[in-house]
């Protein structure tokens, strides 16, 4: 695994059909030697810089843990400790962390920073979240989706429902195209994923027999899937003021019990990135139900707490995913 060596992860473009399947074999060889209790370390040493100019919980924990179990060192940059943006550009900021560090993670809201910064810093960049894009996310979701079925991805049918237009949808239509799933977009016309991005996965699944699916019918899009996903509907970065207008637009795409029976597949499985708005426990969850009367937002809660819901371990599997990019570009 070091023909990956050196490369920077700042979408699933960067990478072949081959290279996104290395990396999820290894993801799951190393999930495997963690469980025996026969973790090797390849990454003593190493120093990674974690950028953060949104907040996180799993992403920043996932980068730090992956190094710490590997035998490297992080070090957290929050949304308002470091330089970057206000005083000094991508490009400078690049060109200092690539003197120290090993590698750099970087979120925030432009794919542009990512990018200036993957060819600026002289080490691997990785996309830990920007608008567009949400590439290690998508090894976890697919890593996930490979435990929990005895299908080969290549046969699995993936509905993903509401804001797709965005970071989540756009990484799921790639990243499905690449393995060459049946992959399904499940949103309001006006929310749908963007010409651009969709010639992409065109593009791909004529080489990988991936089929795309971009629908605004709930029953036809989740008919017969294997897997249901959804995101939030108002993604970090987003004023508030858009809850009331993404709420009347989004409430017919919101996953609960009926929906999932319209998959007819009663083995079909939930999927989300988390976090999520499924009960009134967080401050924005219970304000939202103040003013529109919903205890959940784009999952009801009985789907979030039940059988089918596999949302903890697609968490868990962000650790062993990101570990995975880390030992292959670094190791
Ligand atoms: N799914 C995800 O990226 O979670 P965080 O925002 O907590 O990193
Ligand atoms: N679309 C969401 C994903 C969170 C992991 C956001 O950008 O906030």
Not at 118 to 145: E, K
Request: proline share 3%; net charge negative; with cysteine.
């Amino acid at each position: 695994m070091t023909h990956l060596k050196g490369r920077s992860f700042t979408k699933e473009l960067d990478f072949s059909v081959e290279e996104w399947r290395s990396l999820l074999d290894l993801a799951a060889r190393l999930k495997q030697e963690r469980r025996e209790g026969a973790e090797r370390q390849r990454l003593t040493g190493k120093k990674v810089a974690l950028l953060f100019e949104k907040t996180s919980t799993r992403t920043r924990c996932a980068f730090e843990v992956a190094m710490m179990e590997q035998g490297g060192h992080t070090t957290y940059l929050d949304p308002a400790g470091s330089q970057i943006g206000h005083k000094e550009s991508a490009a400078d900021t690049a060109r200092v962390l690539g003197r120290w560090y090993d590698g750099i993670e970087f979120r925030g809201a432009g794919q542009d920073v990512v990018e200036t910064l993957a060819r600026h810093a002289g080490v691997p960049v990785y996309n830990g979240l920007t608008d567009d894009w949400h590439p290690t996310q998508m090894l976890a979701d697919q890593l996930t989706i490979m435990e929990h079925t005895t299908k080969p991805l290549s046969e699995v049918s993936y509905a993903f429902v509401g804001d797709v237009r965005n970071n989540m949808g756009n990484s799921t239509l790639i990243s499905s195209a690449l393995m060459g799933m049946d992959v399904r977009l499940v949103a309001p016309k006006q929310q749908q994923t963007s010409r651009e991005v969709r010639e992409k996965a065109e593009a791909i699944a004529a080489q990988t027999g991936a089929r795309i699916t971009l629908t605004d019918d709930v029953e036809a899009g989740v008919e017969g899937a294997d897997f249901v996903a959804t995101d939030v509907w108002v993604s970090l970065g987003e004023p508030k003021e858009l809850w009331a207008s993404r709420i009347e637009l989004l409430r017919p795409y919101q996953v609960n019990q009926d929906m999932m029976r319209a998959t007819g597949n009663p083995r079909a499985k939930f999927l989300h990135c988390l976090p999520a708005f499924h009960d009134r426990h967080t401050s924005v969850g219970e304000e939202l139900y103040q003013a529109t009367g919903m205890s959940a937002l784009e999952v009801t809660d009985d789907v979030f707490e039940s059988e089918a819901s596999v949302v903890f371990d697609q968490a868990e599997n962000r650790m062993h995913t990101i570990k995975a990019i880390l030992v292959a570009t670094l190791a």
